[in-house]
């Protein structure tokens, strides 16, 4: 196996001082993975994407990008090292253009913006479409499109996407998922916190479980996906059958 690309060892983490919601938590990601975090609400599940992408910063625990440490860093010094972020709300800029949300997704690239831009524009052809459209005047599947493209404008080694299926149309959804799969094949890594776990499982490499702040089980996304116990606490009884 390959050297972990994301490496979070034993994190305690959270909004209020000497209140952890994250307790102990260790997850990895290796390079060209997606790999899924499911739980309940309120395992932390959301609250381990900030703390990797430097929105919180850990009280104990390491984490470690590309063999460099960045815990406690700052977002702003975490896009460089190649981290994108999607974060579930207020994750496009609703009164700026679709072309002017991808120039202020390249702030920190060295590329030329425009092909950046076409690039985005050939993944995502309805944003081609809607290049000089309202971001705000989008439909829900099609902002989040958007905001991946932007996180995408960086050229990432790890995207980071929190939630990205919640409150779509099942077609939305679907296409979501796909552009997400494409993504990897492309060769970017991908932490997922989905709360579509069936589906999320089904294209992943490996997952882990979240209780309670702490990473309970971990394997390969199939294994989860058909574990009898995993099945009926966080996918549903149906998902035994």
Known sequence: MTTPLLLVEGVHAGYIKDVDILQGISVNVHPGELVTIIGPNGAGKSTLAKAIFGLISPHTGTITFDGEPITGLRPDAIVPKGIGYVPQIANVFRSLSVEE???????????????????MYDRFPKLGERRK??????????????A????????????????????LSPIMVQSVFEQIQEIKR???????VEQNAKQALQM??????????????????????NDPQVGELYLGVAARH
């Open 101 to 119: 949300n991808l120039d202020m997704g390249a702030y920190v690239s060295n590329t030329p913006t425009q092909k950046l831009k076409q690039e």
């Open 133 to 146: 459209q309202r971001a705000g005047t989008l439909s829900g599947g099609e902002r989040q499109q958007l």
């Open 148 to 167: 991946m493209a932007k996180a995408l404008m960086v050229r990432p080694k790890l995207l980071i996407l929190d939630e990205p299926s919640a409150a």
């Open 186 to 192: 492309s060769g970017t890594a991908i932490l997922l």
């Open 204 to 225: 992943s490499d490996r997952g882990y479980v979240l209780e309670s702040g702490r990473d309970r089980v971990e394997g390969r996304g199939i294994d989860l996906l």
